[in-house]
């Protein structure tokens, strides 16, 4: 993984399509918001099944708490459409099929020589794209639990919401 | 928050700020869509709010699904029925045009849905279950583009604002 890619630094505004072949900003994406940027390995992987359906299921709570979820893997954006409806998932997939981000963000597992897939990692960000902490998910436990991402979107959005005590008038 | 006054009028309007012709899939004139700059006092009574990125007035040619509430009749946004909607659409495929259509603080009134491509995208709209859905064909001049709705948030951004505006406004 990136050196640059630690808690307190400011996570690449990436520039990549999503699902739907449309360019898009990360900056954009985040929209003042707290942010999962989730990298994955791709449709294919049991592990990756089994996870997303944990964030499917914390999605429901991310839909009235104006937080982000964002998900990166090297499928082309027709494989992405096509796995996010199977899941339910209701928030935009980017796709580096042609690999701009991969290897700057050194984030490809190299055991995996057949796909050369990204190593699954999860970043919780700030509105800013500040990460605020990374989760090394290339074995399974590593990955941030529905209730540790919970806890990161409460300090973040108390660190960024400037009326989170709520106005006295 | 940009937003634009919006509705559906049998014949141009004055002082609008992007309109166009509209016609159904025989042909068959439908009025015209306008939009209005919201520093203005309500131009219709039944204007709505609509998000402003929806509306160009060197927009291309398009089609538009249009639910819009029988008059006098809306519901709470905060309705499961309108919450529901909207997580189908954060499910669909996007479309170049999105917005919902409020009335004062918190009631639902419609939605505009927009292609400059396939109207096929229009065939099955969510919002049409809470109203009567149309598809129009508009003339140039009033159809914008803009990116689909980032979800799942389904909340709006202020309690004035139509979905999916996606974010507050500075304090």
Redesign the interface.
Known sequence: MGEDLVAGRAFPDLVLPDHAGNQRHLSQLAADDPVLLHFYRGWWCPKEQAYFRNLVGLQDEAEVAYTRFVSVSVDPPEVQAAFRAGIGARWIFLSDAERQWIDRLGLMEKTDTSHRPYLPTMFTLGPDLTIHRVYNGYWFWGRATNEELRQDFRAISQASRSDWEPPQS | MSWLWFDLCPDPATGTVASARVSDANGTPRGVLCAWASDQDRPTPTAAKVDSRAMDPCGEPGSVSLVLAPDGLYLPFDDSAVAHAT?MV??M??ADVCSTLVDGDDRFRGSVTGTHGDEGRLSYDPFGVLFPAVVLRVEAGLLGRM??P??????R?GATNPWPW???EP?
């Open positions: 997580r954060l499910a495929p996007p990116s689909s980032v979800g799942p948030v389904t909340q951004y996606d974010r507050f304090a």
